[in-house]
């Protein structure tokens, strides 16, 4: 991923602890609560052919915009839950993001590449950059840089990736097979990544030194990773099936399991930081269509 024009910064893997870095590992059982649901909606296709959707990401204006990995589509749903539009995209999505305005990112792990749109009642096709790397998370840091996670021969990376492919930072995570996903703190100073095996959420500085790591005997296989309006961090357990709330200094706040269907994977905040969607629900045939949006108090 080095380029001709950039310095790639390798940074130590995560299991090299450096001094000062705090590492921290909660067992003691976490209070339950539950924000409220105030609405959910399956987003089905009218033929009804099976979905699998792996990412969600929400408009400026409200509006949210899924990726299906199963039929290789970007779907558009307005605020009523009604269904705009449809892209087939070249490849297999797995995740997501705005970059601004109604400039978003996909990525496209099998291509190794992410794929640039621009969406508003329709979706249009923009530029490919390529990443040369199997890329699984997204996420903006700028409105000409983005953070990607992905693997390479069986290591887990996330980068700072410009929008004309040049790689400014690039840090090795951990040794796994398993896709994670991103998220930044409001100010743009932290990154979060999420992995699933092993379950666990790596928090960085923007310069890629590892600040602490959240880990719980009551997190199973973390897939999304989400901040809020306070900073506090959301990551959800696909195979413990519950969300939990993290502070911006590692403290478990609480963990969200009432409600939470089955298989939940993707999260995301609006833009106000007090409401989040959530994709999950997997049924028959690996089905996962429902989308559940939650409230604040």
Request: charge should be neutral; proline fraction near 3%.
């Amino acid at each position: 991923m080095e380029t001709t024009d950039t310095k790639t910064v390798i940074k130590n893997d995560v299991s090299e602890v450096k001094r000062g870095t705090q590492i921290n590992l909660f067992s003691k059982q976490l209070k339950d609560c539950r924000p409220e649901k105030i609405a959910q909606f399956n987003a089905d296709y009218t033929d009804g052919k099976d979905s699998g959707y792996t990412g969600i990401t929400c408009l400026p204006d409200g509006n949210i915009l899924l990726v299906d990995y199963i039929n290789y589509t970007c779907r558009l749903y307005d605020q009523s839950n009604r269904h705009l539009a449809d892209y087939t995209l070249s490849s297999n999505p797995c995740d997501v993001c705005v970059i601004e305005g109604f400039r978003v990112a996909v990525t496209l792990p099998d291509n190794e590449m992410i794929q640039l749109l621009t969406v508003n009642d329709s979706i249009h096709p923009g530029r490919a950059i390529n990443t040369n790397l199997r890329c699984y998370g997204i996420v903006a840091l700028s409105d000409d840089q983005l953070v990607v996670s992905g693997r390479k021969k069986g290591k887990l990376y996330w980068c700072i990736l410009s929008l004309d492919g040049s790689v400014k930072l690039l840090v090795k995570v951990c040794h796994t097979l398993w896709s994670c996903s991103l998220a930044t703190n409001n100010s743009k100073t932290r990154i979060y990544v999420s992995c699933f095996r092993p379950s666990a959420v790596y928090v960085y500085s923007i310069d890629g030194t590892l600040i602490f790591t959240y880990k719980h005997n009551a997190l199973d296989g973390a897939r999304g990773v989400a901040v809020d309006r306070d900073e506090n961090i959301y990551v959800v357990g696909e195979n413990s099936v519950n969300i939990h709330q993290v502070s911006p200094n590692g403290t478990p706040l609480h963990v969200f399991s009432a409600g939470i269907p089955k298989g939940p994977e993707a999260i995301c905040f609006t833009s106000s930081g007090d409401k989040f969607f959530l994709m999950g629900d997997y049924l028959l045939m690996g089905d996962r269509k429902l989308v559940l949006i939650f409230e604040l108090k």
